[in-house]
């Protein structure tokens, strides 16, 4: 398993489907993982410090967890069959669920736990950006402190995460 940091979500034109985008920890790959429309917003608000005035989805997961009494200890992207990424959360007790990558990512930046992939995955679906396309991720990180939750439609659904 490699640690994945979360670089943000990038919104792919011309079909306005936002892209999740990871990068290793100790490495030079990027994992770019297509979501919907509100999973990228919700990411897209924790990333930005927005708090709704009702909890989202993943915030109401969180305080379930705080409220049982567990722990969330990572979360894993753990393949990718037939162009469908497939996650889990791991808690203490050694018990796992399955998830939506999309929805693992939300979950562990809310929590602060790490964000891994298998290294199948990483081979199968991982880029490499030369050094020259840098500055295309620094324009990307631009980007995302100026982007705003309402860029997101949330009356669309789609992307290949499952």
């Known amino acids: 398993m490699s640690e994945m940091q979360l670089v943000g979500i990038r919104v792919e034109q011309p079909q ?3 892209v999740l985008l990871l ?6 790959r990027f994992l770019p993982i297509w ?6 917003a919700a990411i897209a608000l924790e990333q930005q410090g927005i708090a709704p005035a009702r909890p989202l989805t993943h915030d109401l997961i ?3 967890i705080d409220a049982l009494g567990r722990t969330l200890l990572e979360v894993r992207i753990v393949d990718l069959r037939e162009g469908t990424f ?3 959360l791991v808690f203490d007790g050694d018990v796992s669920v399955s998830a939506r990558p999309s929805d693992a990512v939300a979950l562990a930046i809310r929590v602060g736990v790490p964000i891994l992939s298998d290294e199948a995955v990483l081979e199968e679906a991982g880029l490499v950006i030369p050094d020259e396309r840098e500055d295309e991720v620094e324009k990307f990180k631009e980007f995302l402190d100026s982007v705003s939750p309402e860029d997101f439609n949330p009356g669309e659904s789609g992307g290949q995460e499952g």
């Open 23 to 28: 990068r290793e920890s100790e490495g030079e």
């Open 86 to 88: 497939y996650a889990e």
């Open 16 to 18: 306005n489907q936002p």
């Open 35 to 40: 979501i919907g429309q509100n999973e990228a």
């Open 62 to 64: 969180k305080d379930v």
